[in-house]
């Protein structure tokens, strides 16, 4: 099927300082992408190109396989939240909604209605006549949304709309809208810092450092299987050890390490023995205990923990390494500080290249 | 200022852990006694040099003898054309500010930062510069029209007054509009057009409708201005009778102080209508000036129609003002205007005469300026700590000096000050306050404006890490609030050397002024000598502000006007 809309090849500089250098990526119909990276990563530039605030100096976007490149803003029908969201401060919440109706031409009843639907759908009638700023950081995100909703578009782009809200509402909203996209089958561009708003509501994360796309995957894939380290420690906590490739075959790697031999089932197929490489486990697949075990062991020390509720997370030295482990929490409170050898299974490990 | 860092009625017990009850108390107790002393200080003063003064005239004359003014004047006329004056000044300084302001903030026409030079210029320059330059161009001797068209204009009346005032004050326009306009995020006027708006709706629909407060807000200032001015008028208006230059004629003419005083009321009524309108409406009105944020963010290009007109306007407007001054500065080093056109540097020679006067306005300038500073800063500082019973009352009637024509106050200072206990008159005391008052809103405003910055909590760090209050003040709120004192001292002393309206009726033949000096030569119709000492006023002023600006910078700061 052909993408609802592709990246292709695009750069984008500011004087000398390139934002953007040679990215692609295709988006499926209805799909929720969120691009994800840290701050001047990049992502929030990509999305304006998509909306035509700004023109790629190379590279093209196309909606529905047609070329958009020097279609103005108000002709792309892209409509955005933006990360203030932007109300306007001179007209009513049901003003503000029914802004680009009225853009549009259509008659007075049908922008009337179409405006009540919405404000409905995201339970804003109460509002209607009063001004954005009368109203709560959360209903000024949902008059916002309402406001790109309304439009009936196919592609809507979200400008980190949710980091100026509180946690407990972040995380409220992010549903409402993952709910609303699956209903109206929408595909949604999201752009945030936060990977675990990502990983939670997104069916494709395209993950970005320094105006360069990364890696591009479902987020269970951006987890378990990152191509660098920069994405295994951006996408949640890992432990990376880092050591050489001695063998692969078909059950895995074998990598050896300072910390004794490593075996892994999985890991980055263009890795060859002989090449230096890091063994990713992430916190929760290590376990206390050697189990009898000679491979996949590390003797540690426990030197600190921090209680989260479901699991208690320990800080572990292992010679120069740090490791991480997270256990289920217990009421007996976490085990004493002092040495523990940690294991995990080749299964839960994997192998990726040291170099970025 | 009415929530926020309030809290308990005090700021400073907050602090104070709740086991230190009898050290609160006796804290406490002492701030009550420094809030009390703290008001009857700031209500003497503005008592004093404020409220008796403007009292006075108000009541001046006797009913029976102010209805026979108002039976024999053509007081009504007088009102008539101010109010129409600053009503039609007030509507093309705007609509000039508007073109100004967006194709300089905007479209970044070329030469921006030169535009934006060429625009403070009426400000720094003494403000019946623009006068005598028209006339130099279209009086009878006037280089258009005897020497191009050897025509005879009569130019005097309300026609050249409004161009004249319109020049003269929208640079204010310009000012209040370009800082609103950088105020319009530019996410607002994205999200128009990425729901649809073209280039022209996203200007008609966001940014007129953002920018109509400050549209208001410009005309009310350029109004107020216009209403208060007195120079202008006096050289320019002709017959065209108006309430400041028929108040200064019944003084000078027949020393008649309950028509003056009649008249100088029936002027601050309107001022002090249109300053409660500001302060009052526009204050719940404006979306997006609360801040002052300036806003990085790009916007969508201008429409073309608007483009276009902007820069045209722009650049006749900044033509125009060059044109004003470059005639002014031809006309100080002409032999005679009008007849012989050789240049001579004779007229600035002769100015050694003008010296005690220039050096009076220096000093009384300065010391003005101190006045305002002082003044201004105690008051910012007690209103916004609450340090003072009502501190919206001060802040009131510290902001309400801007609403009063200066004519009117210096009138007043002759009234108020001319008899025992208060002697003053004659002396260099009575123009130091008068100036130091009439200026203590713009002081007021830049301490205001760098106090509201200087969180409170800066404060009560420094009270918390073991200073006693005096040594908070003396380390912690005074040196950050440097910049402040000196932007505002540099602006009051500026305003001061160019001052007219409310020394005219205060300098004697003992305590000369420049600005008064010029006035007269103007009358003697000396107008090599008038248009020099005008340009040496404008050097001084430049020099003033270059100064303030480079020792503010030195402290790591920007003097904005």
């Not at chain 1, 922008?111 to 001004?131: C, H, I, P, Y």
């Not at chain 1, 400008?159 to 407990?168: K, T």
């Not at chain 1, 050697?290 to 292992?318: C, D, E, P």
Request: hydrophobic share 50%; aromatic share 8%; net charge positive.
């Amino acid at each position: 099927m052909e993408p609802h809309v592709s990246v292709v090849d695009i750069s984008k500089g500011f004087g000398d300082h390139l934002v953007l250098q040679h990215v692609s990526l295709d988006i499926p119909r209805g799909a929720f992408v969120t691009l994800l990276g840290p701050s001047g990563c990049g992502k929030t530039t990509l999305l304006r190109v998509m909306a035509g605030f700004y023109e790629p100096d190379t590279g093209e976007i196309r909606f529905d396989g047609r070329r958009v490149n020097g279609v103005p803003p108000h002709a792309r029908n892209t409509p955005m939240v933006f990360q203030d969201y932007a109300l306007f401060p001179h007209m009513t919440v049901e003003e503000n909604i029914g802004y680009g109706l009225r853009l549009r031409r259509l008659r007075r009843d049908e922008v009337r209605e179409r405006t009540a639907r919405v404000m409905q759908l995201l339970d804003l009638d109460r509002f209607a006549a009063r001004a954005p700023g009368q109203l709560s950081g959360g209903q000024q995100q949902r008059v916002a949304l309402a406001r790109a909703l309304v439009l009936d578009p196919t592609v809507i782009l979200l400008d980190e709309p949710l980091s100026n809200l509180d946690a407990r509402l972040r995380v409220e909203i992010r549903g409402e809208i993952r709910d609303l996209q699956r209903r109206l089958n929408l595909t949604v561009i999201n752009v945030t810092h936060d990977q675990e708003e990502a990983m939670a509501v997104s069916d494709v994360i395209a993950l970005m450092k320094a105006g360069v796309l990364v890696q591009t995957g479902m987020p269970t894939d951006l987890y378990f299987r990152p191509q660098s380290r920069f994405v295994a420690e951006f996408v949640g906590v890992a432990n990376l050890i880092a050591g050489t490739v001695r063998a692969k075959g078909p059950d895995g790697f074998c990598v050896e390490t300072a910390h004794g031999t490593c075996l892994a089932q999985n890991g980055t197929a263009a890795l060859l023995p002989g090449q230096t490489c890091l063994v990713m486990i992430r916190p929760q697949d290590l376990q206390f205990g050697n189990n009898g075990q000679t491979a996949n062991v590390l003797s540690a020390t426990v030197v600190g923990h921090a209680f989260l509720g479901a699991t208690i997370r320990y800080s572990l030295k292992a010679g120069e390494l740090d490791l991480r482990v997270d256990a289920p929490a217990t009421v007996d409170g976490p085990r004493p500080l002092g040495p523990v050898p940690v294991r995990y299974e080749a299964s839960r490990a994997f192998v990726l290249p040291a170099a970025d | 200022m009415s929530s926020g860092t309030h809290r308990g009625g005090l700021g400073w017990p907050s602090i104070i852990s709740e086991d230190g009850k009898s050290v609160r108390n006796a804290f406490r107790g002492n701030m009550k006694l420094s809030r009390i002393l703290a008001g009857a200080a700031a209500a003497g003063i503005l008592g004093l040099f404020l409220l008796w003064p403007v009292g006075l005239i108000l009541c001046y004359p006797t009913i029976p003898r102010a209805a026979l003014v108002l039976a024999n004047e053509h007081w009504f006329e007088a009102l008539w054309h101010s109010v129409a004056m600053a009503v039609l000044a007030g509507g093309t300084a705007t609509a000039l500010g508007v073109a100004y302001a967006y194709a300089l903030v905007r479209i970044r026409v070329r030469w921006s930062g030169l535009l934006h030079a060429v625009a403070l210029l009426p400000i720094l320059a003494p403000p019946f510069v623009i006068s005598i330059s028209y006339i130099l161009l279209f009086g009878r001797n006037g280089l258009i029209t005897k020497q191009l068209l050897q025509m005879h204009l009569d130019i005097y009346g309300w026609k050249g007054l409004w161009l004249v005032q319109t020049l003269t004050f929208f640079p204010l326009a310009y000012l209040t509009l370009a800082s609103v306009l950088r105020s319009i995020p530019g996410n607002l006027e994205q999200a128009a057009s990425n729901l649809g708006a073209s280039n022209a709706r996203v200007f008609r629909d966001v940014t007129v409708p953002l920018l109509r407060p400050g549209l208001v807000a410009s005309m009310l200032l350029v109004g107020i201005s216009v209403l208060a001015d007195f120079g202008n008028p006096v050289i320019i208006a002709g017959d065209f009778a108006m309430l400041p230059t028929l108040a200064y004629l019944k003084v000078t003419g027949w020393f008649d102080l309950d028509a003056a005083s009649v008249l100088a009321s029936l002027l601050l009524a309107p001022t002090v209508v249109l300053f409660l309108i500001q302060r009052v409406w526009l204050g719940r009105r404006s979306y997006v000036t609360v801040s002052g944020k300036t806003t990085q963010q790009s916007h969508p290009p201008a429409p073309v129609w608007m483009a276009r007109t902007a820069r045209i306007v722009s650049y006749a407007a900044a033509g125009l003002i060059v044109l004003v001054y470059g005639i002014l500065a031809y006309g100080s080093v002409s032999q005679a205007w009008g007849y012989d056109y050789s240049l001579t540097l004779r007229h600035f020679t002769q100015l050694g005469r003008r010296i005690p006067s220039l050096a009076n306005t220096m000093q009384y300038s300065f010391f003005g300026a101190v006045v305002s500073v002082l003044l201004a800063t105690a008051l910012a500082y007690v209103v916004t700590r609450k340090k003072i019973p009502a501190p919206g009352a001060f802040d009131f009637f510290a902001t309400v000096p801007a609403a009063i024509p200066g004519l009117f106050l210096g009138l007043g200072y002759v009234v108020a000050f001319n008899r025992d206990p208060i002697r003053l008159t004659g002396t260099s005391f009575i123009i130091i306050l008068a100036l130091g008052l009439w200026n203590l809103p713009t002081a007021y405003r830049y301490a205001m404006a760098n106090l509201a910055q200087l969180s409170e909590q800066l404060e009560q760090a420094a009270a918390n890490l073991g200073a006693r209050p005096v040594r908070v003040v003396s380390s912690i709120t005074m040196p950050l609030l440097r910049g402040a004192l000196l932007a505002g001292g540099t602006v009051t002393f500026l305003r001061n050397v160019t001052c007219l309206s409310v020394i005219i009726f205060l300098v004697t033949p003992r305590t000369p002024m420049a600005t008064t000096d010029v006035l007269a030569l103007v009358e003697g119709g000396e107008w090599g000598q008038a248009a020099s000492l005008s340009i040496v006023l404008l050097g001084i002023a430049l020099s003033l502000l270059f100064g303030g600006i480079r020792l503010i910078r030195h402290i790591g700061q920007e003097l904005e006007l």
